[in-house]
């Protein structure tokens, strides 16, 4: 049986979560171990293709040491789905009340969405603390969650949504900010050619980088 997470340790695993859309399960397991050989212990498998679910179930079975989340989690259906297949976590772009209630009963930790202050606020009168702020750069980078940050203190965030190599340090400075996503590090195109040489080279790049 694995340990239980909780948000916070989701979100203190490395510095940047991999966010990835895999089209063929094949390249799941491959995937999980070359971020493994490159210091990262964690991975976001967007629930975007027919073969997301197949992907988190292949991860988890030949690599349990890779803890696998599920992204773009938009259901309960969803959320149950990502359970059964083995994820360990689960986040979602937004978070309606309907799904961060039926997330507050889940085996595993769900970290909703949001983009503003209000919504924010939302989820805290819910229970949760640990968001993730989506689409980052253009809601307005790190000067908008830094001006969220200053009245909601309590709130912490995994901004995520066109951030780059260069971008997050800026990020990862800030005191609410425990991580950040990336989709840099395992682009769909790396992943389709299987360049895992590529990919190895952009994870211990982030896995350099400091919060």
Known sequence: ???????????????????????????????ARVLL???????????????????????A???PEMIVGAGTVLSEDDLKAAIDAGARYALSPGGTKKLMKAAEHASIPF???????????????????????????QLGGVAAIKGIGAPLPAARFCPTGSITLEKA?????????????????????????????????AAKKAVALKR
Request: net charge negative; hydrophobic share 45%; proline share 7%.
């Open 61 to 63: 079975d030949a690599a």
């Open 1 to 31: 049986m694995s340990e239980k997470l909780t948000s916070a340790h989701v979100m203190s695993l490395t510095p940047v979560l991999p966010v990835v859309t895999i089209e063929d399960v094949g390249h799941a397991e491959p995937l």
């Open 169 to 201: 340090p800026a990020y990862l400075a800030l005191n609410n900010v425990l991580c950040v996503g990336g989709s840099w590090i395992a682009p769909n195109d790396k992943i389709k050619a299987g360049d895992w040489a590529a990919i190895e080279e």
């Open 111 to 137: 970290i909703p969405g949001v983009a503003t202050a209000s919504e924010t606020m939302r989820g805290l009168e819910l229970g949760y603390t640990h968001f993730k702020f989506f689409p980052a750069e």
């Open 37 to 59: 050989a490159s210091g990262i212990n964690t991975i976001e498998i967007t629930l975007r293709t027919p073969a997301a679910l197949g992907a988190i179930r292949a991860v």
